[in-house]
C-alpha cells in the first residue's frame, strides 16, 4: 500500500510522523512524507535519506486582519496545488496529519479525490489547524483520552503519540549513556531540554538556579538550543556544576537513558517519550502555547503522579533548585513517579496508527 503523512513544522509533529512512517515501511508500504520548509525538518530527515519527502510551503495561521494573511492563503494554496500534482501522479490509500498547518493542505487535497484521510492529535486540547482539518477526516486519532471531548463531531480512537523505533529498539543502559556523556556513572544525573529548539525561558531559570545546585551531589545533561549553548554553559563552569550542554540531540535514545530526572517543556511528544522511558519529571509548560495546551498536557501528568508542574512566571532559580534537590535525594518518589510515568501512554502507538490507515483496505 501507498501512505502520505503530513507532519512537518516542529519536532513535535515530525517525530511521531517519522515513527508511523518506520512502522508502515517495516510492514513493506510505501511512504512519502510532507513536510515544512524549516531547518528542524531538514536537519531531522539527514538520518532518513532514504525516505520520500515533499516541502510544502506552510505557514501557521495569522490574526484574520493580518497582512500576512495574504501570504497564508497563498502559501497554502500552492500547498494544495502541490499536494494534488503529488496524489494525480501516485495515489496514496490514505493520507495522515499529524498536526499543524502542514497537514491542512494534504488532509483537503485528500478529501476532494476521495482519499481516506486521519488525523493525529497528540495534544490534550487541539489547536485551530487541527479544530479545521478533523472535518475532512475518516477520524481523528488521539494521543490523550481528554481531547476526544473537543472532537464531538468525529469519530475518535485513543492510540497514543507514536515514537521512533530508534528510540524505543537503541536505547542505550543508563551506564553506557553515562559513559558516552562522559558523565559520572554514579552521580544523580538531571537532564534538562526544551523541544526540538531549546526553550529560552527554562535556559534562563536553569542559569540563574545553577549556583544554588552547587552544593548538589549532581550532574546536568542541558539541552539549550543552537542560540544560548555558550551562555548556559558558562552559567554551570562558574558555579562549579558539573554539565554536558548541548544545542540538539538527533540520537536521544543515548541521552534519555542517563536522566533521573527531567526538565522540560510539556509538548505532547516529548511527554511521550519521557512515558516511554518511563522518566519523573518537572515540568514547565510553554506559556504562550496555543489554547494553553502544554499546560493541559503537564496536567495530565501531574495528575497521574508522574511529574511536577513549574510555573515559569512564578519560578526562581532558588525555587527551582530547592524543588530539583528535594526530588533528586528522594530515590523513592523519583520511582513512584517513573511507574506512573510508564504507566500513562501506550508503548505501542505507532503500530496501532499504522493499523488505522491499514486498515483502509480491510
Request: glycine share 8%; proline share 6%.
Amino acid at each position: 500500500m501507498k501512505f502520505a503523512i503530513a507532519c512537518g513544522g516542529t519536532g513535535g509533529h515530525l517525530f511521531p510522523g517519522l515513527a508511523v512512517a518506520e512502522v508502515l515501511r517495516g510492514q513493506g508500504h510505501e511512504v512519502l512524507l510532507f513536510v515544512s520548509e524549516k531547518e528542524v525538518d531538514a536537519r531531522a530527515l539527514r538520518a532518513y535519506p532514504d525516505l520520500p519527502s515533499q516541502k510544502l510551503p506552510s505557514t501557521g495561521l495569522p490574526a484574520i486582519f493580518s497582512p500576512a494573511m495574504l501570504t497564508f492563503l497563498r502559501r497554502l494554496r500552492s500547498s494544495f496545488q502541490s499536494c494534488g500534482a503529488s496524489y494525480a501522479a501516485d495515489r496514496p490509500d490514505a493520507v495522515l496529519g499529524m498536526g499543524g498547518f502542514t497537514s491542512i493542505a494534504p488532509l483537503i487535497a485528500a478529501r476532494m479525490r476521495g482519499i481516506p484521510a486521519f488525523l493525529h492529535e497528540s495534544n490534550a486540547i487541539p489547536g485551530k489547524a487541527n479544530r479545521l482539518a478533523a472535518r475532512f477526516c475518516r477520524s481523528v486519532l488521539l494521543g490523550f483520552e481528554d481531547c476526544a471531548r473537543y472532537f464531538a463531531r468525529s469519530t475518535t480512537q485513543v492510540t497514543g503519540t507514536p515514537i521512533r523505533r530508534e528510540l524505543t529498539d537503541n536505547a542505550l543502559s543508563c551506564a553506557e549513556a553515562r559513559q558516552l556523556l562522559g558523565l559520572a556513572a554514579e552521580r544523580k544525573t538531571l537532564l534538562v531540554m526544551g523541544g526540538s529548539q531549546g526553550a529560552a525561558g527554562i535556559n534562563a531559570l536553569m542559569t540563574q538556579a545553577a549556583p544554588y545546585l552547587s552544593a548538589a551531589e549532581l550532574q546536568v545533561v542541558h539541552l539549550a538550543g543552537e542560540r544560548e549553548v555558550e551562555t548556559v554553559q558558562s552559567a554551570y563552569a562558574a558555579s562549579g556544576v558539573p554539565a554536558v550542554v548541548l544545542p540538539f540531540c538527533e540520537r536521544m535514545e543515548e541521552v534519555y537513558p542517563a536522566g533521573d530526572l527531567v526538565l522540560s517543556r510539556s509538548g505532547a511528544a516529548s511527554l511521550g517519550e519521557l512515558s516511554w522511558f518511563g522518566l519523573p519529571s518537572v515540568l514547565v509548560p510553554y506559556p504562550y502555547a496555543a489554547e494553553d495546551h502544554q499546560r493541559l498536557n503537564a496536567e495530565i501528568f501531574t495528575g497521574a503522579g508522574a511529574a511536577k508542574l513549574l510555573v515559569e512566571q512564578a519560578a526562581t532559580g532558588e525555587s527551582l533548585s530547592r524543588l530539583l534537590i528535594s526530588l533528586l535525594e528522594s530515590p523513592e518518589t523519583l520511582a513512584t513517579m517513573a511507574t506512573a510515568a510508564k504507566a500513562l501512554a501506550p508503548r505501542d502507538a505507532a503500530v496501532r496508527v499504522a493499523a488505522v490507515l491499514t486498515g483502509v483496505k480491510s
